[in-house]
């Protein structure tokens, strides 16, 4: 269970994150949904390690993992995919996968290349391109891949189908189901409902940097005022 | 144009410093004052490269040294005023820029800064080796013997009138940049730095846009090495030497690039402290450590520079 | 110009070339590690070797003031590599970089302080000890230094493309935030970086002090014609800086035979690097922001 | 009229364009094909920043020979796969960019800046510096600098990446209008399906740099190559 | 306890209003010229703990100038407008003088200078220094080469610094010329890693004499290469002063004992003439232990010694009129001690330079031994000096 309490980001003198709790279950999908600014990406690099904490708990099985470095965060099984598809670009795509398994043993790396090639054979019939001049979705497909790397108990994936094709997102939703079965627990940080809701088993919505909704994903399946009433409350602009 | 508080506030320091820096201070110290002031002005040249470009030059005490032998060689060569051969001095350097920074101009980072820094290296052996006219015969205008008098502009000739000539030749150049800044070249470049495939979509020429900001922080170099030269009456190549222009870089990032503050913290730093050091008789090698560490510590902790954290402690300033 | 002497000039010109080779690939090594270039190097092995002198001098057995010096080296790097570096993690490189100038400030300050003034010489003992190649007689030191270097390069680069913790080097010198994201253990990555370029650092600092001068000034700022080194491998490939450092020897030996240039032959690292660097950015195209 | 004629790109072994020809005649007309197909390549070339073997022809101007930020002058318009904005510029400014490098005298330009502003609904945060937008008015501040200037042609890519359902909408219709407001003709690449068919009238379809359809946006997505390529749903048609 | 005495004090600490005296020195890496000023500075303190000057202290005020141009003129300025200074006595720097020159001219104050370098020390009107310089130095050694060892062909090689190198070479090469016989000159940058080619460039150049004209470090790395090379008995080897020093021999390493000749500007340091004895003794009780008992410091102890013989010549109420003394500086003639082979003189003359007599040694063992006394210069350089001696009457 990965659980996190009252959880306040701020960067400079704004508050992104407020007083912000969600729990994410193994073999269960959360979505988190919300308009642009609404504090999703912040919340997610808080929970990865990227972003200092103001206030709040994050626990992994009832162990704080508040506080500490990002590679420990991971070690501790968090898996997060950042926004913005961040790749080591100097790096070829092989490099790339291998540095995201440091902390696999030696001996499941290849195991665990293999699955990401298999999900993604674009990404093996170009192995050893250098990640910074791959196309946009491409690196995307890697910075998932990157993810994956580790085998997380949890996965924590921003913007997933952003610059993904849609033949590439639908595999992506086959293979979240899967990893489910498998007992991972995944967070699905989504601007577009559609998807995210399709795959998840709760709903969290944010607006401005607090949580305007918490419930089955169901609830926002069922009935779009819902959701609209949840997200798209306030501008078509979205800010403040 | 608008008037922001902080350029009047250096507006107003400037004038300050002029009136009073004078008559408050001994000879010693409107020597100091006189180095610090012509430091300032290259610091800006930097801190204008760095902040509206993210253009890094490791090379700008190396430019000052060829603004110094120009007017030097200016000097001794013709009959002419001050003011002109200073004028010269930037502009040859400015020229001098141009060039360097043609091929750097498809660099970046710290590929660029290495380049800037080589240059640096280049700059110090061609001064070391041929060092600067005093007056002698030739190209190179070296004799052996005690250097020819150096004219100083007629209504600066005493030490003290000379410190306020630096002042306002300084400020005139801080003004210089920041009428760049608040024009087209200052939008152009700050597209640049944001990416510089959007600055040419924007219809932004980045070739010539940077090859400008080479040339104006050049001529800043120039007309810095210029004032120097004016000060002391001679030059030495020790100056002027490559890691001295890495030393006033990490300077302007400690004071704070991007603000005249910041260009005369820095300026102050690289003169003042150090010409304090000496006059309480610390060990040079010691001075050296504190120096270091104190380099060290400011990087470190004033990301924005001491210009930063000081207008951060000031709310009122800022803007 | 006779052969003979061209000769001469040109395994004078591959002795020196050895030297930046060595100081280059000691930067390159940690930049492709850690994304820093350490100005800092040439201090860092000034020290040692004033230390390895004044050990010697006290009495020491000669083997033990040179692990000694190697050792302080190593340490002095660690010290910076911990506790330093790593809160100067997210600035540009080239603010990392003109950081170690603190660095280099401080250690050379302590070592002047420490070490007056004064005429001092550092030997090994295979500097009695020669081989004649084209008419000039290379000591066996100069050859540890020829043979070190292609040694680290070829250790080195094997190092980071074969194995693990090589991998875990690269991926942070390319991106340490993300690399931390991935799980790359930074701290202990960047630890054993920053020690073996020390180690390198002090090595070096023993060859030059022996094969320059026991000056630390001068050790301290090397580092700068050694960039030119590393400009040459574009701060990646160890095997062009040493083309690259022993290119820029020989053809600084070389200058001395023309009239024209040879007063200004030191210039050659900086002149020579230039170029490498023009023709290796030639018909290349701007990017995005944050590409290098 | 936008002419692409043969266009080839390669990288070191990787043929990223591979004798790639279409013509759009259409105000709006949308590219899409699978990830690393070659679309934001092709926006390269037609922009300037790649050099390619072929030719680009709009409205009959061979583009050939002309540096990027001439293209730009001339009258092409782009915004990238990830918004280029400056942050230490205003909004205002980030437009007033464009119209330094124009011809044009202080007052049209002006106002050319205050129409752009007012159609991307940004009026009120002309001074606002850029770093203080959220992720939409980043994008919206990048399709007015499309709109500054007189734009002849204006080359999109992935405008709605990031964007909400609202937002795209919203978004479609701002796309809409650039071709009634500036006469400019409009290429958009986009994931978003039902963005593209709601706004492009015609349609090129890329897969491994080859051009595998081209032509009435239904028609084209109904086309099974494509659904297979793209859609992944070729299942059904096979 | 008997310190020694210095000046014609009385014996007792000095109380009167101190007469207050300048000096520069230059010390930053990688050189210390500071023994200069320890030594004025060590004499100064037994003048005034003997009784003074006409019963008043001599204040001494030093300045670090770190070899930077822009500090020797702060330091200049300090000393010279803002405290006043009467004169300067022991300077010793690469860049002060060069620097500083026109200030004092322009100031009517002298400079007794102790450590000059530089050409434009020497070419000044209101510098004098009881040192010879690089180019003095490097003649003398080419003279001894010449007429003891059969040099036909000498090498000077020197620093890449017009006014030191190429100053001090060219007049090497001007007096092989004047003797009919050959020499060139091979300069170095002073930062370059890379020595081996130079000694290349020399050896290329067909000479039978390498002269070092180098400060010590560079000079050793130099020497480090002719031994690498094994060309020690090859050529005879020569050099400047620099290489006199305590730890020179020590550097060096047996290869070179007995193989080096070096000239002695001021006479041996461990001399036994009164001058000597008494700098040694005055250093012991004056100055730190670890300061150095060189060159640079009997050149400083003499500056200060002739200028303390000049300011008790004077009339009392003089003293402290800085045109009065600098007139009595420039009206020195015929000062004599052991610590010079000649007479020291001023003048009021645009160069000055009234040491070009020295000693020259040899490297032997872990020290010195002299194998030429007392001789004098010659060659083109020094014919107007030795006109201009004639004219006051010291010939
Ligand atoms: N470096 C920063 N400094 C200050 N504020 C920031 C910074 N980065 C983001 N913000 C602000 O934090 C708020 C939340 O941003 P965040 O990126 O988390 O939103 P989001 O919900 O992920 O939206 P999007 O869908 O656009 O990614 C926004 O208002 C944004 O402007
Ligand atoms: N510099 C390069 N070196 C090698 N291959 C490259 C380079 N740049 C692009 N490519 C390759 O060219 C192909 C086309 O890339 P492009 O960016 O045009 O794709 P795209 O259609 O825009 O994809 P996406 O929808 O993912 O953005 C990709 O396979 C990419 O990996
Ligand atoms: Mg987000
Ligand atoms: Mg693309």
Redesign the pocket.
């Given at each position: 269970m990965l659980e996190v309490a009252d959880l306040t980001v701020r960067?400079?003198s704004?508050t992104?994150v407020s007083g912000v709790g969600l729990a994410a279950e193994r073999g269960k999908v959360l979505a988190v949904l919300?308009a642009?600014?609404?504090?999703?990406?912040?919340?997610v690099l808080a929970m990865a390690g990227m972003l200092p904490v103001q206030s709040g708990e994050v626990n992994v099985d009832g162990r704080s993992i508040r506080g500490l470095a990002p590679d420990q965060i991971r070690k501790a099984g968090i898996a997060a995919v950042p926004?913005g598809h961040r790749v080591l670009t100097q790096l070829s795509v092989e490099d790339n996968l291998r540095a995201a398994a440091s902390i696999l043993p030696a001996g499941q790396v290849d195991a665990a290349l293999s699955d990401v090639y298999e999900l993604f054979p674009e990404l093996s019939e170009r192995r050893k391109q250098l990640a910074g001049t791959m196309s946009g979705g491409q690196q995307q497909m890697v910075a998932i891949g990157h993810a994956l790397m580790s085998r997380p108990s949890f996965l924590l994936i921003d913007?997933m189908s952003l610059g993904l094709a849609p033949l590439v997102v639908k595999r992506l939703a086959a293979t979240v189901r899967c990893l489910k079965d498998k007992g991972v627990g995944i967070v699905i940080v989504e601007?577009f409902a559609e998807v995210a809701l399709s795959l998840a088993d709760r709903a969290m919505v944010?607006r401005l940097?607090k949580v305007a909704f918490n419930g089955p994903a169901e609830q926002l399946r069922m009935s779009p005022e819902a959701l609209h009433a949840a997200y798209f409350e306030g501008t078509s602009t979205g800010g403040r | 144009m608008a008037y922001s508080t902080s350029g009047i506030a250096g507006l107003a320091f400037a004038a300050l410093t002029a009136v009073f820096l004078p008559v408050l201070v001994g000879s010693q110290w409107v020597l100091i004052f006189t180095s610090t002031a012509c430091f300032a002005l290259a610091a800006a040249g930097i801190g204008l490269m760095y902040a509206r470009l993210n253009m890094v030059s490791l090379t700008q005490v190396g430019l000052m040294g060829v603004g110094g032998w120009v007017t030097l060689r200016m000097n001794h060569g013709l009959g002419l005023p001050f003011e002109f051969n200073l004028l010269a001095a930037g502009v040859v350097t400015a020229a001098f820029g141009m060039l360097l920074a043609l091929p750097a101009l498809r660099m970046r980072g710290l590929y660029l800064a290495l380049i800037t820094l080589m240059s640096a290296g280049g700059i110090e052996i061609v001064l070391s080796t041929f060092r600067f006219p005093n007056g002698g015969e030739g190209f190179w205008g070296v004799m052996p013997s005690v250097a020819a008098p150096f004219r100083r502009p007629v209504l600066a000739i005493e030490d003290g009138a000379y410190l306020r000539y630096a002042i306002v030749v300084s400020t005139l150049g801080m003004l210089l940049i920041e009428l760049h800044r608040r024009g087209a070249p200052g939008r152009a470049w700050a597209m640049i730095r944001r990416s510089e495939a959007a600055a040419m979509a924007s219809g932004v020429n980045v070739t010539l846009y940077k090859a400008w900001a080479f040339a104006l922080s050049g001529l800043l170099a120039g007309l810095a090495g210029g004032l120097l030269a004016g000060s002391i009456g001679l030059l030495d190549a020790a100056t002027f030497r490559a890691p001295e222009s890495i030393m006033l870089f990490a300077l302007a990032v400690v004071g704070g690039a991007g603000s005249w503050p910041g260009a005369v913290i820095a300026a102050i730093l690289y003169r003042v402290l150090p010409a304090l050091f000496n006059d309480w008789g610390l060990n040079p090698d010691l001075a050296l450590v504190i120096f270091g560490a104190a380099l060290l510590h400011a990087i470190m902790t004033a990301p924005e520079g001491i210009a930063g954290q000081i207008r951060a402690a000031l709310p009122r300033w800022a803007k | 110009m006779p052969a003979k002497i061209v000769g001469l000039f040109v395994v004078s010109g591959l002795a020196v070339g050895s030297l930046y080779a060595l100081g280059g690939i000691g930067l390159v090594v940690l930049y492709r590690a850690t994304g820093v270039l350490n100005l800092g190097a040439g201090a860092i092995g000034a020290f040692s070797v004033m230390l390895a002198w004044q050990l010697d001098v006290r009495g020491w057995p000669a083997p033990l003031t040179w692990l000694a010096a190697i050792g302080v080296a190593t340490g002095l790097s660690l010290i910076y590599g911990r506790l330093i570096a790593p809160r100067l993690a997210w600035r540009d490189p080239v603010v990392k970089a003109v950081a170690t100038l603190g660095l280099a400030l401080i250690v050379l300050g302590v070592t002047a302080f420490l070490w007056e003034d004064d005429v001092r010489k550092f030997s090994l003992p295979t500097d009695e000890v020669g081989v004649t190649i084209l008419g000039l007689r290379v000591t066996v030191t100069r050859l540890i230094v020829a043979c070190a270097a292609v040694a680290i390069v070829v250790g080195i680069s094997l190092f980071l493309a074969w194995t693990r913790v090589g991998l875990q080097m690269r991926s942070l010198a390319n991106d340490r935030d993300l690399s931390a994201l991935l799980g790359v253990p930074i701290l202990r990555v960047e630890t054993q970086a920053w020690g073996i370029a020390g180690a390198i650092a002090g090595f070096t600092g023993l060859m030059f002090g022996d094969l320059v001068r026991l000056e630390p000034t001068i050790i301290t700022f090397l580092v700068i014609p050694c960039i030119a080194a590393a400009i040459c491998g574009r701060l990646h490939s160890l095997g062009l800086v040493l083309v690259g450092g022993l290119s820029i020897g020989v053809i600084e030996s070389l200058m001395t035979l023309s009239p024209t240039f040879k007063s200004v032959r030191s210039m050659a690292p900086f002149v020579i690097a230039a170029l490498v660097l023009m023709w290796m950015q030639r018909g290349r195209r701007p990017l995005f922001a944050g590409d290098q | 009229m936008i002419e692409l004629e043969k266009l080839t790109v390669k990288f070191g072994g990787v043929t990223a364009l591979d004798h790639v020809s279409a013509r759009f005649e259409k105000p709006v007309s949308g590219i899409i094909g699978p990830n690393g197909a070659g679309k934001t390549t092709t926006m390269n070339v037609i922009s300037g920043f790649l050099r390619a073997t072929g030719r680009v022809c709009v409205d009959g101007v061979d583009l050939g020979g002309l540096s990027p930020h001439r293209r730009t002058r001339w009258g092409l318009r782009r915004c990238f796969q990830q918004e280029q904005i400056a942050d230490d510029l205003s909004v205002a400014d980030n437009l007033q960019v464009l119209l330094d490098a124009l011809p044009g005298t202080r007052t049209e330009k002006r106002a050319d800046l205050d129409s752009a502003l007012d159609v991307t609904g940004l009026s009120a945060r002309a001074d606002t510096p850029a770093s203080e937008l959220?992720?939409y008015e980043r994008r919206l501040t990048d399709l007015a600098r499309c709109l500054v200037g007189r734009p002849r042609l204006v080359v999109l890519d992935e405008p709605a990446g990031?964007l909400g359902p609202s937002e795209t909408a919203h978004l479609g219709d701002l796309i809409l209008s650039i071709a009634v407001l500036t006469g400019a003709q409009t290429l958009v690449i986009d994931h978003d399906v039902d963005l593209i068919s709601r706004i492009c009238e015609q349609t090129l379809v890329l897969d491994f740099g080859r051009r595998i359809a081209c032509g009435e946006t239904a028609a084209v997505l109904e086309d099974p190559k494509v659904r297979a390529a793209y859609l992944g749903i070729a299942e059904e048609g096979a | 306890q008997d310190k020694p005495r210095c000046g014609a004090g009385n014996g007792t600490a000095a109380t009167g209003a101190p007469i207050k005296v300048g000096g520069i020195f230059g010390n930053a890496a990688p050189g210390d010229f500071s023994s200069a000023t320890d030594a004025a500075k060590a004499f100064f303190d037994c003048v005034n703990a003997s009784g003074g000057i006409h019963g008043r202290p001599v204040q001494y005020m030093i300045e670090n100038d770190q070899w930077n141009p822009e500090l020797a003129g702060q330091a200049a300025s300090k000393l010279v407008r803002d405290e006043g200074v009467v004169a300067m006595v022991g300077n010793a720097s690469f860049v002060e003088m060069s620097v500083n020159a026109p200030l004092y001219a322009r100031e009517n104050i002298m400079a007794m200078a102790s450590g000059c370098a530089v050409s434009e020390c020497f070419e000044s009107s209101s510098i004098v220094s009881t040192n010879q310089g690089p180019l003095a130095s490097s003649v003398g050694a080419a003279i001894y080469a010449v007429e003891e060892l059969g040099a036909k062909n000498i090498s000077c090689i020197g620093l890449a610094i017009p006014s030191v190198g190429n100053w001090s070479c060219g007049a090497v090469e001007e007096y092989m010329a004047s003797k009919g016989l050959a020499g060139s000159s091979v300069l170095l940058n002073p930062a370059a890693p890379d020595v081996n080619s130079g000694l290349l460039e020399a050896i290329a150049s067909g000479a039978d004499t390498m002269l070092v004209n180098l400060p010590a470090g560079l000079a050793i790395a130099v020497l480090g290469s002719a031994k690498e090379q094994d060309i020690r008995d090859t050529y005879k080897w020569i050099s400047s002063t620099p290489l006199y020093d305590r730890s020179v021999p020590g550097a060096l390493g047996e290869y070179w004992d007995g193989a080096m000749f070096v000239n002695a500007e001021l006479t041996p340091f461990d001399g036994t003439g009164p001058d000597n004895v008494h700098w040694l003794s005055v250093m012991d009780a004056y100055a730190k232990a670890e300061d150095p008992r060189d060159t640079f410091s009997q050149a400083g102890y003499l500056s200060a010694k002739f200028f303390t013989q000049m300011l008790e010549a004077m009339d009392p109420g003089d003293i402290d009129v800085r045109a009065k003394v600098t007139a009595a500086i420039k009206a020195i003639a015929g000062y004599r001690s052991d610590l010079i082979c000649g007479p020291y003189y001023v003048g009021e003359v645009d160069r000055h330079m009234p040491n070009h007599a020295g000693t020259m040694v040899k490297v032997s063992g872990a020290g010195f031994e002299v194998v030429r006394e007392c001789y004098e210069y010659e060659g083109p350089y020094f014919a107007p000096l030795i006109e201009a001696e004639k004219k006051f009457g010291l010939r």
């Open positions: 960067r400079g704004k992104v919300g642009n600014g609404a504090g999703k990406s912040e919340l926004e913007e601007q944010m940097g | - | - | 959220n992720t990031g | -």
